[in-house]
């Protein structure tokens, strides 16, 4: 990753339902030019799918990353990736925090804990953060900022070269829901990269990207980056779509 570059990371979740369909949605995306010059393309796929699709590319263009990881390798945790098996596995980058997760029962406590190790590893690690609704008394605002401090808590300046915050309001997400208004995401972005300087000192906040993510299209992605001034996307239903990933990708590798 470099600072110029916009990051589009696709966020599989548990779909599609088989490693077939699986690699034919990846195959069919391979297929399609793509204006990648100012764009760095990740794919996130079920960690059951990750070694197929991963060593179905041998280019040098789109990274892979796994969906979600424990934090701890010494206890017995049936179910669970370990740190060693993400750093064995290849990938490139992290998501931690997801708001599907939380809903499972993760906390920040816990997040912060995946955070540091994933970061150990020198992944590139996701933060995802997201309020549940907004009010008009800016209580999403509070939210955002214990959410931000707590699952950073630990994380040290040395530590977070490869740190990447994705907000993603839960109230966007699912579909037939809208994405934030490009005004609104503006906003709010400036507010997460003032919340970060007050934590890590504004040198160090400055090389952090936000993403963002939440009913995200070809329609709107470019207007999305470029007047909510976030560093990339993140994105789940569209990344499973070839074709309307593809967009995504070439819309906002047109600049201005």
Not at 59 to 75: A, E, L, R, T
Not at 79 to 95: H, Q, R, T, W, Y
Not at 113 to 124: D, I, P, S, T, Y
Not at 159 to 188: C, S
Request: charged residues 25%.
């Amino acid at each position: 990753m470099t600072s110029n570059k916009k990051l589009i990371v696709g966020n599989w979740k548990n779909h599609p339902d088989n490693i077939t369909e699986a690699k034919k949605v990846f195959n069919t995306f391979k297929k399609q030019k793509h204006q990648t010059k100012n764009i760095t393309t990740v794919f996130c796929p079920p960690a059951l799918y990750f070694n197929e699709i991963k060593k179905s590319y041998s280019g040098s263009k789109i990274f892979f990353g796994m969906q979600n990881m424990s934090w701890d390798s010494k206890s017995s945790q049936t179910g669970e990736i370990s740190p060693e098996m993400v750093k064995d596995s290849g990938a490139k980058f992290l998501i931690v925090g997801h708001s599907e997760r939380r809903a499972l029962g993760e906390n920040n406590e816990m997040v912060a804990q995946k955070l540091k190790e994933g970061l150990k590893l020198g992944l590139h690690v996701i933060l995802c953060i997201g309020e549940p609704e907004r009010d008009e008394h800016g209580n999403h605002l509070k939210f955002i900022d214990e959410e931000l401090r707590e699952s950073l808590s630990g994380i040290s300046k040395l530590m977070i070269k490869k740190l990447i915050i994705a907000y993603e309001p839960i109230w966007t997400i699912g579909k037939g829901k809208k994405a934030m208004t490009p005004e609104d995401l503006h906003r709010m972005s400036l507010y997460v990269h003032t919340k970060l300087v007050s934590i890590f000192g504004r040198k160090n906040a400055e090389n952090i990207p936000i993403l963002y993510g939440g009913s995200v299209n070809s329609d709107n992605a470019k207007e999305i980056i470029y007047e909510g001034s976030v560093d990339g996307l993140l994105i789940g239903r569209a990344s499973l779509n070839p074709f309307e990933f593809s967009k995504i990708i070439d819309v906002v590798s047109k600049k201005k």
